[in-house]
């Protein structure tokens, strides 16, 4: 497993980079599909997965971790916030390895990467 990681989280997806020196391995946990059929039995009535798909989903996206040290959380809302929420109440080894969440948009994979390498670098973590 990788010291570094940048984790990108929506309701529908979770993008994982594992951060090498001189490489990037990618993961993508994908959410509790949403068929229009269903949507109803699916999601509340705010749009998102329902609790028990969430969970699931955040236990998912936490196992991807296990065994990194330095993991930044990034996303466009308030998926990240909810994540960081499950690992508080579920996960207390990886909360600990949470270093930073930060607000970012739908970026490429290849700027979701730069900027985690700008941020474990400005850190002094990145080797």
Do not use: C
Request: without cysteine; hydrophobic residues 35%.
């Amino acid at each position: 497993m990788s010291k570094h990681v940048a984790l990108w989280i929506d309701h529908k997806e979770a993008r994982i980079f594992h951060i090498h020196p001189d490489t990037i391995d990618e993961e993508t946990v994908m959410a509790p599909s949403h068929h229009l059929h269903s949507k109803h039995a699916k999601e509340g009535p705010d749009g998102k997965p329902r609790a028990e798909d969430a969970k699931r989903f955040f236990n998912e996206v936490a196992r991807t971790l296990d065994g990194s040290q330095h993991v930044l959380v990034v996303g466009p809302s308030t998926a990240k916030l909810e994540f960081l929420r499950y690992v508080h109440k579920h996960d207390h080894g990886l909360e600990t390895q949470i270093e930073g969440v930060e607000t970012v948009d739908h970026p490429s994979d290849k700027q979701l990467v730069a900027y985690a390498r700008k941020y474990f670098k400005s850190d002094h973590t990145l080797s």
